[in-house]
C-alpha cells in the first residue's frame, strides 16, 4: 500500500509543478478560462487577452463583451482544463454540441500514463505477494525447528541422555531441505484485498468503495455467443451482453438450453408498456380523423398513462352500467358475494403458499390444504326420510338413492322398511329374469313345431316379388291385347294425363298393375332395353 501511496504522492507533485506549485497560477496569452463578468455571476468562459504585472487580466468573453484588470480572485482555471473551450482555440467559433464533447482536448498519448500506471500497480502486488510469501516461509520454518527441537528434548529425556547425537547444529540447512516444498499462496480474498484499495479511475465512492466483477457466465456453463458460431446466427451486443434472437433456431424446443433473450421482452412492465403503445396508436388513429391532438408515448409518456387510465376506468363504468341495466330488464338472483362464498372461491383458486406432498398426495410439509364445502345441502332428511340422498348406492341398477327405503328415486316419500323389502324383492326378481339361460336354436324351433303353435305365413312366390312369368296364371287374352294397345300409345297420352288431374277424388278408377298389364309389358319389351344386348350383338327385338 506504500507503492500505491507514493505514487499518488509523485502525481499530485507534478500536478502543483505544472500549476505553479501552489503560487499565483500561470495564464498564458490566449488562453481560455473561466471568469465573472464585472465581478458577477455567473461564470463564463473568456479568452486572456492581456497578462498586466500587478497579476490582473485583460479578458475577451465569449459573447463578445471585454473587460480590463480583472482580478485574479473573478477568475479561475480549472484542474481539467481552461473552460468549455480548451483544446479549441484553434478551431474558431464552434457548435454548442462540439463546444461540449467529452473527447476534446484528448492527446492517445496521455493513455501511456495510465498503462504506467497500472504497471507500477502489478509491481507492487507482485512485491506484495513476495513479501507475504517470504513471511510465511519464515514463519513456517521457524515453527518446525522448534518442533523438532522439542522432538529431540524429548527423544534425549527418554533415552537418558544419550550423546551419540550431534548437539544443536541441526542448523537451518535442514530446514532449508524440508521446507523447500512449502509454497504458500494467496487466495482470491487476499489478492482482492488489495485492488479495493485502491482509488478507482472515474465515477463516485472514492478509493475505499469495494470493486465488483460482473461476471459472465460461471466456469461449467457456456458463454451464449459460444453456442453458435455462424456469423449469420444471432447478433450479440457486447456492451449489454445480450442476444435476444434464439442462436440454436433449428434444435428441437425441448431440448433448448438457452433460447434468447426476448423472454423478457413479456416479463415486468414490458406488457403494459406495449398496452399504452397500442393505446396511443388507436388514439392517434382515431384522434386525427376527428382533429384531436395525438398522443406520443415517448414525447408525453405522462399523459400517455394518465389518458389510458381515464379510458379504461370510463370502459369499466360503462360495462357495469350496461350489466346493470340488464339485470334491471331481465331481473337475477341476488348476485352479492357473502364471506362463505368468497372463503369458496379462495379454497378453489390456486394458491402460492408453499407446499410439499408425498407419493400419495398428502400435505408432509407446508400450510394445510382447506377442504372446500359441498354445494349442494347436507344433513336434511326430507319427505319423511331418515336418510339422506346418496347415503345408499345400488349395485344393480348403479343409481344413488336413500339408506332407509332402498329408493332410488329422488324426492320419493318414504316407505321404511317394508318398502326397503320391496324394493330389494323386485330387483331380484328383475335380476333372476336376466339371469334366466335363453333357448337354444334347436329349442326354439321345437316349441314352433309342437302342435298348436302359430304357423307362421309362407313367403311369397317369386312372381309376385320379382314380376317373372307364372305358369299356373290364367290370363285372359283381350285384357292382354287392351294393355298392349294402353303400353304403344303410352308416349303420346299427355291428354290422359290431364284427364287424370281432372279426375273427380271418388273415382273408381284404379292404377294397380295387373298380371294382364305385366304380361303386355313383357311382350312389347324391347331387346334395345335389355343392357346385355349389344353385348351379344343383337340390336333389337
Not at 434464439?246 to 423472454?263: E, L, Q
Not at 408425498?358 to 394445510?368: F, I
Amino acid at each position: 500500500m506504500a507503492e500505491a501511496d507514493a505514487h499518488l504522492r509523485r502525481r499530485r507533485g507534478a500536478w502543483d509543478a505544472r500549476v505553479g506549485g501552489g503560487a499565483v497560477a500561470v495564464v498564458e496569452v490566449g488562453a481560455w478560462i473561466e471568469a465573472l463578468y464585472r465581478g458577477k455571476t455567473p461564470w463564463l468562459p473568456a479568452r486572456v487577452a492581456k497578462v498586466r504585472l500587478d497579476g490582473s487580466l485583460d479578458l475577451e468573453f465569449e459573447n463578445g463583451r471585454t473587460s480590463q484588470k480583472v482580478p485574479r480572485a473573478h477568475a479561475k482555471l480549472p484542474k481539467a482544463g481552461a473552460g468549455a473551450r480548451a483544446g479549441l482555440e484553434s478551431l474558431g467559433k464552434v457548435a454548442y454540441d462540439a463546444k461540449r464533447d467529452r473527447w476534446h482536448g484528448y492527446d492517445p498519448s496521455m493513455h501511456k500514463e495510465t498503462e504506467d500506471r497500472y504497471a507500477e500497480l502489478d509491481a507492487a502486488r507482485a512485491r506484495r505477494k513476495d513479501k507475504r510469501q517470504d513471511a510465511r516461509s519464515k514463519e513456517a520454518r521457524a515453527a518446525a525447528k522448534a518442533e523438532r527441537k522439542q522432538a529431540k528434548a524429548a527423544q534425549k529425556a527418554a533415552g537418558g541422555g544419550d550423546d551419540d547425537d550431534d548437539s544443536d547444529s541441526d542448523s537451518d540447512s535442514d530446514d532449508s531441505d524440508d521446507e523447500g516444498d512449502d509454497e504458500f499462496r494467496l487466495d482470491d480474498a487476499e489478492a482482492g484485498d488489495f485492488q479495493k484499495r485502491i482509488a478507482r479511475q472515474g465515477g463516485v465512492g472514492g478509493a475505499q468503495m469495494k470493486t465488483t466483477v460482473r461476471n459472465l457466465r460461471i466456469r461449467e456453463d457456456t458463454a451464449k455467443y459460444l453456442r453458435n458460431l455462424d456469423p449469420d446466427c444471432a447478433f450479440y451486443d457486447p456492451k449489454t451482453r445480450a442476444m435476444r434472437e434464439n442462436p440454436t433456431p433449428n434444435v428441437d424446443p425441448k431440448d433448448f438450453v438457452y433460447a434468447g433473450d426476448n423472454f423478457a421482452r413479456a416479463t415486468g412492465d414490458a406488457l403494459e408498456l406495449a398496452a399504452t403503445h397500442c393505446f396511443a396508436w388507436d388514439v392517434e388513429r382515431k384522434g386525427a380523423s376527428r382533429g384531436g391532438d395525438a398522443l406520443h408515448v415517448q414525447a408525453d409518456p405522462s399523459r400517455a398513462e394518465l389518458e389510458k387510465k381515464k379510458f379504461e376506468a370510463k370502459k369499466a363504468a360503462l360495462d357495469r352500467e350496461k350489466q346493470q341495466a340488464i339485470l334491471d330488464k331481465y331481473g337475477a338472483q341476488d348476485v352479492d358475494e357473502d364471506a362463505a362464498e368468497r372463503q369458496l372461491r379462495a379454497a378453489g383458486a390456486a394458491s402460492e403458499a408453499y407446499r410439499e406432498f408425498d407419493a400419495r398426495g398428502n400435505v408432509t410439509r407446508g400450510a394445510p390444504l382447506q377442504k372446500r364445502a359441498s354445494k349442494y345441502a347436507e344433513d336434511v332428511f326430507d319427505t319423511n326420510h331418515t336418510a339422506v340422498w346418496g347415503s345408499y348406492f345400488c349395485p344393480r341398477t348403479f343409481k344413488w338413492g336413500y339408506a332407509d327405503d332402498h329408493s332410488t328415486t329422488k324426492n320419493s316419500y318414504s316407505t321404511g322398511a317394508a318398502g326397503r323389502a320391496a324394493n330389494d324383492a323386485a330387483r331380484a326378481r328383475s335380476d333372476a329374469a336376466l339371469a334366466a339361460p335363453r333357448p337354444s336354436l334347436g329349442e326354439a324351433a321345437a316349441a314352433t313345431a309342437a302342435p298348436g303353435a302359430a304357423r307362421a305365413e309362407p313367403p311369397p312366390s317369386r312372381a309376385a316379388l320379382y314380376g317373372a312369368p307364372d305358369k299356373d296364371v290364367v290370363l285372359d287374352e283381350a285384357k292382354v291385347q287392351a294393355a298392349m294397345a294402353r303400353a304403344r300409345a303410352a308416349p303420346n297420352d299427355a291428354a290422359d294425363d290431364a284427364n287424370d288431374k281432372k279426375r273427380k277424388y271418388n273415382s273408381f278408377a284404379t292404377t294397380d298393375v295387373t298380371a294382364e298389364d305385366m304380361e303386355a309389358y313383357r311382350r312389347t319389351r324391347v331387346a334395345a332395353d335389355d343392357p346385355m344386348a349389344t353385348f351379344l350383338g343383337g340390336e333389337g327385338a
